[in-house]
């Protein structure tokens, strides 16, 4: 059996895109379960749920010696620690390669310039992928909305957009009307600690020599998690010590006015800041125009 699976913190399409080529790995007659490696977002379990599937169990362990396929991601901070211990067969991917992962043997591995993973998995699919069941579809689609915001974000490509035109016109889905229902469910934090937020859709990221933790909380509805902007500034600390990094850095990405919100709970954040965006800070949130994109906008643009 294969195990399939996605980042820690797993989002749309992180846990979605293990569902896909799990699904796909079994039409080609070979063994293949997802699994997530924690427990999936709002909107990544709305989606799961609307096209009928369960959410795939933790993955808490790996033995060694023990068949793996990656997706979503090619960090070893963002896989389990004992990622060493499997026998990684293949990686599929559309963020930068960072390095660091071993394997016993030559495997494929698949990165591309496109918005979702999942838009990946369908060229992969080629023909294959006319015959594949509406489900299937509806959660290619719902990746691609994701990771794009509904073609907000600069990642998006005309391979995306068309890819997802194609799939709502034959699942009969009207694209802002799903993809609204998709944001609505991503902003009902309600029912999260400070904590979970600030871990909720992060990626560990060191530069020169300084260890982060990005977050960015993607809403349609900011007012709702900046009202708890205090207490969230109160666990940082917190979350920097329990994770070992030296900064928590969270962006709340306003959907609907394509911006983003960071909160800044320190005079090195503050630094970061003001070097990275060529911003002047005076309180403890300044709004960044125009940013949505943590893989294009935030990451590449960090300077400490």
């Known amino acids: 059996m294969i195990k399939v699976f996605g980042h820690k913190a797993p989002d749309t399409d992180a846990t979605a895109s293990a569902i896909i080529w799990a699904w796909y790995m079994k039409q080609k007659g070979i063994n293949a379960v997802p699994y997530v490696l924690g427990k999936p977002n709002t909107e990544a379990a709305f989606v799961i749920n609307y096209w009928g599937f369960d959410i795939p169990d933790i993955l808490k362990d790996i033995e060694k010696g023990e068949d793996v396929i990656i997706v979503d991601t090619n960090n070893p901070a963002e896989l389990p620690n004992n990622i060493s211990n499997a026998n990684i067969i293949e990686i599929i991917d559309h963020h930068l390669l960072i390095g660091g992962l071993k394997t016993n043997k030559p495997i494929s591995i698949t990165i591309k310039p496109l918005a979702s993973t999942a838009s990946i998995m369908a060229e992969m699919m080629g023909d294959d992928l006319i015959h594949a069941p509406k489900e299937i579809k509806g959660l290619i689609l719902s990746c691609i909305l994701s990771d794009t915001l509904e073609f907000r974000s600069p990642t998006t490509t005309n391979t995306d957009i068309e890819l997802a035109k194609k799939l709502s016109s034959e699942l009969d889905i009207k694209i802002s009307e799903y993809a609204r229902k998709m944001f609505?469910?991503?902003?009902?934090?309600?029912?999260?600690?400070?904590?979970?937020?600030?871990?909720?859709?992060?990626?560990?990221?060191?530069?020169?020599?300084?260890?982060?933790r990005v977050s960015v909380l993607e809403t349609t509805s900011p007012a709702i998690i900046l009202a708890r902007k205090d207490t969230l500034i109160d666990e940082?600390?917190?979350?920097?010590?329990?994770?070992?990094?030296d900064q928590v850095l969270l962006f709340v990405v306003d959907i609907l006015n394509e911006q983003a919100n960071l909160l800044i709970p320190n005079n090195q954040v503050k630094e970061i800041a003001e070097k990275s965006f060529n911003v002047s800070v005076k309180n403890d949130v300044i709004i960044l125009p125009g940013v949505v994109s943590r893989k294009k906008q935030i990451i590449p643009n960090l300077v400490v």
Do not use: G
């Open 184 to 212: 609505d469910a991503k902003s009902n934090v309600s029912d999260f600690s400070d904590k979970e937020l600030l871990r909720m859709d992060s990626k560990e990221y060191e530069l020169n020599n300084v260890k982060m």
């Open 236 to 245: 940082m600390s917190v979350v920097s010590k329990e994770d070992n990094v």
